[in-house]
């Protein structure tokens, strides 16, 4: 089976380069980032603020189960239409840091297009703590169902 | 038993993949492992001493007890390690997708 979305993180380096190809036109995918309500669909939070040009910014915020609330934002350094976006991302209270994204988008054909995703963090240990977080958060929610089934148990 | 040395194999195997999240947290015993597991003492034995063997857990003795936990310099080397994150991208990306093919037609 091919993977579609590729990341390439070597070692050592605070940076990482995720690439992925869409069975989408350049202009769709495009738009795919700069419609609010397109965001909030695919990225599964609510968009507060997304002022799409350069010296713009962003801010959205996801709510988990719990209740709980997550802020992410950033600033807009650059916003060429269908070929780049350069800007920052930060999620708020955590001791992630802010890392720079830099988005380009290419036409492939005239039904597909591609994005590269160049993501630089503030250190090698900062971004291998972000890239292992879903893997945290697999073994946490593992364990919490473990602890569920034992609980049960007793 | 080259088969039995290879991460990529040791990992693929559902249980030993809930043993390694079940001791991430936390160094456990091979009783405390078993525990979590309807599966056999032996059988769970069985999967620590393949775990072991390719270097994705260490023993550490604390008395009498023997405690197993994980080498996460072995763990880093595994591709699978950044899996959930690469299919946390691939998940967005696919959703993105199916919206805008959506979006496209509508």
Redo the contacts between chains.
Sequence with gaps: MERKTKINAEDGKQELVITREFDLPLELLFKAYVEPDIVEQWMGTKVLKLDSKKHGSYQFETTDPKGNKYGFNGIIHAFSPNQKITRTFEMENTPFGVQLELLEFEQLTDDTSKLTMHVIYESVAQRDQVMQLPFAQGINMAHNRLQNIVGKLN | MNLRRDVFQAIADPTRR?IL??V??QAMTAGAIA??FDTARPTVSKHLQILTECELLEQAQNGREIYYHINAKKMKEVAD??????????D??????T???Q??SS
């Design positions: 809930a999240l079940l991430a947290s525990a979590n390690f950044i899996e959930p994150f690469r299919q946390m991208w691939d967005r990306f696919t959703k993105l997708e919206i805008m093919k979006y496209k």
